[in-house]
């Protein structure tokens, strides 16, 4: 039903309008509730003249302290909720995470969380450069952590990354770093994540993925699984268009969509009547 | 010339009247029996590409280091089955293109199969006299997705493993059988020894392709023994009149045309469209896997029938008796199996109708059938499409466990109302038909009248 149509026929009941509006208004106001975080980015008056260190403290006060506590020791909840992961509470800990699980969590837009309980999905950064600078060095100078990494996969070798992958991450990424599903989490593509995200993610193993020490894999070894995700993200398609690198689903869409319809087409037009 | 090789031939075969009886044969004038012979043309297709990728094709799990072009996987200890279809993609003359076309070509053979079972199905094509035709159809369906399946599993990458892993497991989940069928067909507790790779290769090159290809010939040598059904072109058409097009020269053109079609399509499929890359997946190990793993489209709805079947087991006590694997993976296809092939016979029950049929019905025209049809190929349907869920909550987010639950709801109330609703629709379009026609005839008669009252014009 067109929106004029619509229109029409609440104008056309006077009794009914008052409904529809009341519906709009619901309907509006629960849309844009869905869309904003629930707490907006909070930032201070003069942010371009406050020194970094300031600045790190005032962001983080403001968009990370409700969760993670005002010195960064983590918030248990006070009634009992289930956890996000591993996870009790509002938030963990951020004593001795390092600028490396805040770079991640930063540049992958993941953090400030919308709600605890919810898995966090990528987006883009809801900070700008000199904000995430200013709270990666704020949550490092909590406690003694690991730096952000800085990997070099032009040194990694593709088919040693391709064999890591399988046998590590492959089981929730998917070979060619698709993405998938587990019981509980989504798990996400890998292709959209840089060298250093990769990296980090691999040592701080967020939400439900495993953490990764050096012992398990080396930094050497972390080198070849990226040289390889760099490879999946623009992979070998000799065959011709890749539809997707997920195998048989789109294969099988292909062979519907495409095959099956312009073969049934094609018998439409031969079998024409001809008596 | 060709009026001589044609005497040549008769003299020493006696084959012209058998000549001139197939180019007299009738055939039934209408698109939708031209389906049947898309998948003929599929499977000629498929031989031919199949024939070409035995010549290369090495089906051993004797390991070797791979040191081809296909850089990612150089110092890969692999099969020599993954090791030749990795050559096959990358080194042999037009091998990707025809290994492509051979895939491309099976998935299609199995989809016009159905669109053509479809047809078969609504119109009531498969009744008395046809139903030995029909019940070889549904056989053969079935046997090409166990050709299939072998097929997708003799390449040995981490795909095809994890999907012999499944079966092994279905296997193993039959009831009293299971563990000694699993043991005879793989020979070993999974992955199986070695002769477990002969048996599946000379299955899927030679057995099942001689099967399917017998059963093809017996198929079309009952229908044209019984001649092809027709549908109702005239008024008062009796069951034993034959209208339609001569295979020559009218029907002959446009079969060769179809073939010709189907053979463009897949080569254009298998030269343009990536199908199962191997080398992206890389070769299998038991203890590997990737998320995701699906078989191709046609054993999808065993996955969603898996997916889709709440977690339990049958125990007693200590043992498991039936592991839930069973349910999805091996009864919901023989139960798909059982109805098809014993529907004929069910509807006879139902419709006491023990009459022979030439004249096919329009969907409208059997409501209950239709009906009946559209529910239970929405019930297939529904678990085929559950199959994916995991893509569409990574495309779209949606949650899985909330979507398995949606489609549990679905594939018991959707069938239903489907029922319902073709069922009226059917009935009310051919209640219209009836009404329009008595319309006709009433106004006509009345013109009739009038026509004789009236005064002849002098």
Same mark, same amino acid.
């Given at each position: 039903?067109?929106?004029?149509?619509?229109?029409?026929?609440?104008?056309?009941?006077?009794?009914?309008?008052?409904?529809?509006?009341?519906?709009?208004?619901?309907?509006?106001?629960?849309?844009?509730?869905?869309?904003?975080?629930?707490?907006?980015?909070?930032?201070?008056?003069?942010?371009?003249?406050?020194?970094?260190?300031?600045?790190?403290?005032?962001?983080?006060?403001?968009?990370?302290?409700?969760?993670?506590?005002?010195?960064?020791?983590?918030?248990?909840?006070?009634?009992?909720?289930?956890?996000?992961?591993? #996870?009790?509470?509002?938030?963990?800990?951020?004593?001795?995470?390092?600028?490396?699980?805040?770079?991640?969590?930063?540049?992958?837009?993941?953090?400030?969380?919308?709600?605890?309980?919810?898995?966090?999905?990528?987006?883009?950064?809801? @900070?700008?450069?000199?904000?995430?600078?200013?709270?990666?060095?704020?949550?490092?100078?909590?406690?003694?952590?690991?730096?952000?990494?800085?990997?070099?996969?032009?040194?990694?070798? #593709?088919?040693?990354?391709?064999?890591? @992958?399988?046998?590590?991450?492959?089981?929730?990424?998917?070979?060619?770093?698709?993405?998938?599903?587990?019981?509980?989490?989504?798990?996400?593509?890998?292709?959209?994540?840089?060298?250093?995200?990769?990296?980090?993610?691999?040592?701080?193993?967020? @939400?439900?993925?495993?953490? @990764?020490?050096?012992?398990?894999?080396?930094?050497?070894?972390?080198?070849?699984?990226?040289?390889?995700?760099?490879?999946?993200?623009?992979?070998?398609?000799?065959?011709?268009?890749?539809?997707?690198?997920?195998?048989?689903?789109?294969?099988?869409?292909?062979?519907?969509?495409?095959?099956?319809?312009?073969?049934?087409?094609?018998?439409?037009?031969?079998?024409?009547?001809?008596? | 010339?060709?009026?001589?090789?044609?005497?040549?031939?008769?003299?020493?075969?006696?084959?012209?009247?058998?000549?001139?009886?197939?180019?007299?044969?009738?055939?039934?004038?209408?698109?939708?029996?031209?389906?049947?012979?898309?998948?003929?043309?599929?499977?000629?297709?498929?031989?031919?590409?199949?024939?070409?990728?035995?010549?290369?094709?090495?089906?051993?799990?004797?390991?070797?280091?791979?040191?081809?072009?296909?850089?990612?996987?150089?110092?890969?200890?692999?099969?020599?089955?993954?090791?030749?279809?990795?050559?096959?993609?990358?080194?042999?003359?037009?091998?990707?293109?025809?290994?492509?076309?051979?895939?491309?070509?099976?998935?299609?053979?199995?989809?016009?199969?159905?669109?053509?079972?479809?047809?078969?199905?609504?119109?009531?094509?498969?009744?008395?006299?046809?139903?030995?035709?029909?019940?070889?159809?549904?056989?053969?369906?079935?046997?090409?997705?166990?050709?299939?399946?072998?097929?997708?599993?003799?390449?040995?990458?981490?795909?095809?493993?994890? +999907?012999?892993?499944?079966?092994?497991?279905?296997?193993?989940?039959?009831?009293?059988?299971?563990?000694?069928?699993?043991?005879?067909?793989?020979?070993?507790?999974?992955? +199986?020894?070695?002769?477990?790779?002969?048996?599946?290769?000379?299955?899927?090159?030679?057995?099942?392709?001689?099967?399917?290809?017998?059963?093809?010939?017996?198929?079309?040598?009952?229908?044209?023994?019984?001649?092809?059904?027709?549908?109702?072109?005239?008024?008062?058409?009796?069951?034993?009149?034959?209208?339609?097009?001569?295979?020559?020269?009218?029907?002959?053109?446009?079969?060769?045309?179809?073939?010709?079609?189907?053979?463009?399509?897949?080569?254009?499929?298998?030269?343009?469209?990536?199908?199962?890359?191997?080398?992206?997946?890389?070769?299998?190990?038991?203890?590997? +896997?990737?998320?995701?793993?699906?078989?191709?489209?046609?054993? +999808?709805?065993?996955?969603?029938?898996?997916?889709?079947?709440?977690?339990?087991?049958?125990?007693?006590?200590?043992?498991?008796?039936?592991?839930?694997?069973?349910?999805?993976?091996?009864?919901?296809?023989?139960?798909?199996?059982?109805?098809?092939?014993?529907?004929?016979?069910?509807?006879?029950?139902?419709?006491?109708?023990?009459?022979?049929?030439?004249?096919?019905?329009?969907?409208?025209?059997?409501?209950?059938?239709?009906?009946?049809?559209?529910?239970?190929?929405?019930?297939?349907?529904?678990?085929?499409?559950?199959?994916?869920?995991?893509?569409?909550?990574?495309?779209?987010?949606?949650?899985?466990?909330?979507?398995?639950?949606?489609?549990?709801?679905?594939?018991?109330?959707?069938?239903?109302?489907?029922?319902?609703?073709?069922?009226?629709?059917?009935?009310?379009?051919?209640?219209?038909?009836?009404?329009?026609?008595?319309?006709?005839?009433?106004?006509?008669?009345?013109?009739?009248?009038?026509?004789?009252?009236?005064?002849?014009?002098?």
């Amino acid at each position: 039903m067109t929106l004029s149509r619509l229109r029409a026929r609440a104008l056309g009941r006077p009794g009914r309008r008052v409904i529809w509006a009341l519906a709009a208004t619901v309907a509006l106001g629960g849309g844009v509730a869905e869309a904003q975080p629930p707490i907006g980015i909070v930032r201070p008056a003069h942010e371009q003249g406050q020194p970094l260190s300031l600045l790190g403290r005032e962001l983080y006060a403001g968009n990370c302290a409700s969760c993670h506590g005002i010195d960064g020791r983590g918030v248990g909840s006070l009634a009992p909720q289930r956890g996000v992961g591993a #996870v009790k509470g509002l938030g963990p800990s951020l004593r001795g995470v390092g600028a490396l699980a805040a770079d991640f969590y930063l540049r992958t837009g993941r953090m400030p969380l919308e709600r605890s309980g919810k898995q966090a999905s990528r987006q883009g950064p809801q @900070f700008n450069e000199r904000e995430i600078e200013a709270l990666v060095a704020y949550v490092a100078s909590l406690g003694q952590g690991p730096p952000v990494p800085q990997p070099h996969p032009e040194r990694g070798s #593709v088919a040693a990354g391709l064999h890591l @992958f399988t046998e590590h991450c492959a089981g929730c990424h998917q070979v060619a770093g698709e993405g998938g599903v587990l019981t509980g989490a989504r798990v996400p593509l890998v292709k959209h994540s840089s060298p250093a995200q990769i990296a980090e993610a691999v040592r701080i193993g967020p @939400f439900l993925m495993p953490r @990764f020490s050096r012992r398990q894999i080396s930094d050497r070894q972390l080198d070849s699984i990226i040289a390889y995700v760099r490879l999946a993200d623009a992979p070998v398609d000799r065959g011709g268009w890749g539809i997707g690198h997920l195998g048989p689903i789109p294969e099988g869409m292909v062979t519907w969509l495409i095959a099956v319809v312009l073969l049934v087409g094609v018998c439409v037009l031969l079998g024409r009547r001809l008596s | 010339m060709i009026r001589r090789a044609i005497r040549f031939l008769d003299q020493r075969s006696g084959s012209a009247p058998l000549l001139r009886k197939s180019l007299r044969y009738l055939f039934p004038d209408h698109w939708s029996f031209l389906l049947g012979e898309v998948a003929l043309y599929a499977f000629i297709v498929l031989v031919a590409t199949g024939v070409y990728l035995t010549f290369f094709f090495d089906p051993s799990t004797a390991k070797e280091v791979y040191h081809g072009p296909y850089a990612p996987l150089r110092g890969f200890h692999m099969s020599h089955a993954y090791k030749s279809v990795l050559d096959i993609s990358f080194t042999v003359k037009a091998g990707l293109l025809i290994r492509q076309t051979h895939h491309w070509a099976a998935d299609v053979f199995v989809a016009a199969i159905v669109v053509h079972l479809l047809r078969i199905f609504f119109t009531g094509a498969y009744r008395k006299p046809r139903e030995l035709t029909y019940v070889i159809g549904v056989l053969m369906l079935f046997i090409t997705l166990l050709e299939g399946y072998l097929g997708y599993s003799m390449a040995d990458d981490l795909l095809s493993g994890m +999907g012999l892993a499944i079966g092994y497991s279905v296997a193993l989940s039959i009831p009293l059988l299971g563990a000694n069928l699993a043991l005879l067909i793989w020979g070993h507790p999974f992955p +199986g020894d070695p002769s477990f790779w002969s048996r599946m290769y000379v299955a899927h090159v030679f057995i099942l392709p001689v099967v399917i290809g017998t059963l093809m010939f017996l198929h079309l040598a009952l229908v044209a023994s019984r001649h092809h059904t027709q549908f109702r072109r005239q008024a008062r058409q009796t069951e034993r009149r034959l209208v339609g097009v001569p295979a020559f020269p009218a029907q002959a053109p446009r079969s060769l045309g179809l073939l010709a079609a189907v053979a463009a399509v897949l080569f254009l499929l298998g030269g343009l469209v990536q199908i199962n890359p191997v080398w992206q997946w890389g070769p299998y190990t038991p203890s590997l +896997g990737t998320n995701g793993a699906q078989p191709d489209w046609y054993l +999808g709805w065993l996955i969603g029938g898996m997916r889709l079947v709440p977690h339990f087991d049958v125990t007693l006590g200590k043992y498991t008796l039936i592991p839930n694997p069973f349910w999805g993976g091996a009864l919901f296809p023989l139960s798909v199996l059982v109805a098809l092939v014993s529907w004929p016979w069910l509807e006879r029950r139902l419709t006491g109708d023990h009459a022979a049929h030439n004249v096919l019905d329009r969907p409208r025209d059997a409501p209950t059938r239709t009906a009946i049809g559209a529910g239970f190929f929405t019930w297939v349907l529904l678990v085929f499409v559950a199959g994916s869920a995991d893509r569409v909550t990574v495309a779209f987010g949606l949650s899985y466990p909330a979507q398995i639950w949606v489609f549990r709801v679905l594939v018991v109330v959707a069938p239903i109302v489907v029922f319902l609703l073709v069922r009226r629709v059917c009935r009310e379009l051919h209640q219209a038909e009836l009404i329009e026609r008595d319309r006709e005839r009433a106004e006509a008669e009345a013109r009739q009248a009038a026509g004789a009252r009236a005064p002849r014009p002098a």
